[in-house]
Nanobody, 124 residues
Framework: QVQLVESGGGLVQAGGSLRLSCTAS???????MGWFRQAPGKEREFVAV???????TYADSVKGRFTISRDNTRNTVYLQMSSLKPEDTAVYYC???????????????????WGQGTQVTVSS
């Protein structure tokens, strides 16, 4: 079992920045770590993923604005969000699964463990 705890959400004006953190309860060097988000009335959607320890993939909607990184010594993955837009408003979730179990890194159903979510609200 892996427990994931997110932090760093909040209210920010459009154009601002936030950094989300997700800390795991165990070492996760061989885990794929992803960020997803869910806005009211919408399905959970892929945001970014760090897999195989160093590969990163982003949703087109956040490419160039968001950066995912990880610190294996702290069992923590980060999502640096810049140039935020009102449409980025959502609950952001951290997710994890062993590298060996993931085939489609952008699919929520591929992930075994989820955090409780952290709210990000971007005002216009």
């Amino acid at each position: 079992q892996v427990q994931l705890v997110e932090s760093g959400g909040g209210l920010v004006q459009a154009g601002g920045s936030l950094r989300l953190s997700c800390t795991a309860s165990r070492t996760f060097g061989t885990y794929t770590m992803g960020w997803f988000r869910q806005a009211p009335g919408k399905e959970r959607e892929f945001v970014a993923v760090n897999w195989r320890g160093r590969m990163a993939t982003y949703a087109d909607s956040v490419k160039g604005r968001f950066t995912i990184s990880r610190d294996n010594t702290r069992n923590t993955v980060y999502l640096q969000m810049s140039s935020l837009k009102p449409e980025d408003t959502a609950v952001y979730y951290c997710a994890a699964s062993p590298d060996s179990r993931i085939t489609v890194v952008t699919s929520p159903s591929e992930y075994d463990y989820w955090g409780q979510g952290t709210q990000v609200t971007v005002s216009s």
